[in-house]
């Protein structure tokens, strides 16, 4: 399927309706201590979210944003560059000198865009290295009231009527999308994909009946979900969801191989310095233990994934083959 630009200025983010946080100056202090006497950083940090304010994405950055500065003892600027899903923002990275002071927030667009888009001004394996996994998140099936209870009901309305159900994306290259794209490949169903502008314009729509599908972040949908005005379907995780216990999951209903997480890293340029990126790795993960960071993570529907940098780079490695499959076989193309 040929797929149009539009939608593409929020592809990758769910809507938390959670106000950003603004970052705040570190304790001077800090600066001194634990840069193994690099002199790193020097000053400000640049922190790129590649997706508008307000979503997902950015209200994790912000979380995380001003406690990262206390450990490191610079502040941590949050700069806002969403457009072309995502490219605008990285490509906006690379513009910078690759000193370790300017970093980039990626989610699953990052892994995407390399496979589905036809050209991109920067090759995301050569030019950006990991620095560190940031957080997981999961993702639930949910309805539009009326069109069914449990997956036996989806695919009974499904079949019923081929290419006449829709799905919401919060736009081309989401995780929504490919998401749902995969499970369209899993489970041998012909439904029409809508994409817009962002998760809370889809969920909008879902909850006014215009659309009849999306995969979302829990937290996304908790407040409709308890309005009664979306039913919770399954979940797309391989686990069952904390906030919904008795939810079986897709693989539980029967769709063999059904397992989709949500994710936010942060990578850098290549050529910054070994020293530099180590030293942001040990301040993510200080930062990810702290009790009071995980809990607002939480908050957001997502879990702190703290790790070692090699870990996250297997990871990407292993997303990347994973999503390379599902886009291809579902001829997902971005323009």
């Known amino acids: 399927m040929r797929l149009p630009r539009r939608g593409l200025m929020a592809a990758g983010t769910m809507a938390t309706g959670l106000p950003p946080l603004l970052a705040t100056a570190p304790r001077p202090a800090r600066a001194q201590q634990g840069d193994g006497g690099l002199g790193f950083p020097s000053r400000n940090l640049r922190w790129i979210v590649p997706f508008p304010?307000?979503?997902a994405s950015d209200a994790l950055v912000r979380v995380i944003a001003t406690p990262l500065g206390v450990e490191l003892g610079r502040p941590v600027?949050?700069?806002?560059?969403g457009g072309a899903g995502t490219t605008l923002g990285t490509a906006e990275a690379l513009r910078a000198p690759p000193d370790g002071h300017t970093l980039l927030l990626a989610a699953l667009p990052f892994v995407i865009n390399q496979f589905a888009m036809p050209s991109l001004p920067y090759d995301p394996e050569r030019d950006f290295t990991p620095v560190g996994l940031l957080a997981t998140a999961a993702v639930v099936l949910v309805a539009r009231p009326g069109l069914a209870r449990d997956w036996a009901g989806v695919v009974a309305a499904a079949r019923a009527r081929p290419g006449a159900l829709t799905y919401a994306s919060a736009g081309n290259g989401s995780l929504p999308h490919v998401a749902f794209e995969q499970l369209k490949l899993r489970?041998?169903?012909?439904?029409?994909?809508v994409p817009y502008r962002g998760g809370g314009p889809a969920v909008i729509d879902l909850v006014a009946g215009r659309v009849d599908l999306m995969l979302a972040s829990p937290v996304e949908v908790v407040g409709q979900v308890?309005?009664?005005q979306l039913v919770p379907i399954a979940s797309a995780s391989a686990r069952r969801i904390a906030l919904w216990p008795e939810l079986p999951t897709l693989q539980e209903a029967g769709v063999p191989e059904m397992d989709v997480n949500g994710w936010f890293g942060v990578v850098a340029a290549t050529a910054?310095?070994?020293p530099a990126l180590a030293r942001l790795n040990a301040a993510l993960r200080a930062v990810l233990e702290q009790p009071e960071v995980r809990g607002r993570i939480a908050e957001l529907g997502a879990v702190a994934?703290?790790?070692p940098r090699e870990a996250y780079a297997a990871m990407l490695a292993a997303e990347r083959r994973r999503w390379a499959e599902t886009v291809r076989a579902a001829r997902i193309r971005i323009e």
Do not use: C, F, K, Y
Not at 77 to 81: H, L, T, Y
Not at 187 to 192: A, K, Q
């Open 53 to 55: 304010p307000g979503g």
């Open 77 to 81: 600027v949050v700069e806002n560059r």
């Open 187 to 193: 489970s041998g169903l012909d439904i029409l994909h």
């Open 226 to 228: 308890q309005a009664g």
């Open 272 to 274: 910054t310095p070994e």
């Open 305 to 307: 994934a703290p790790g």
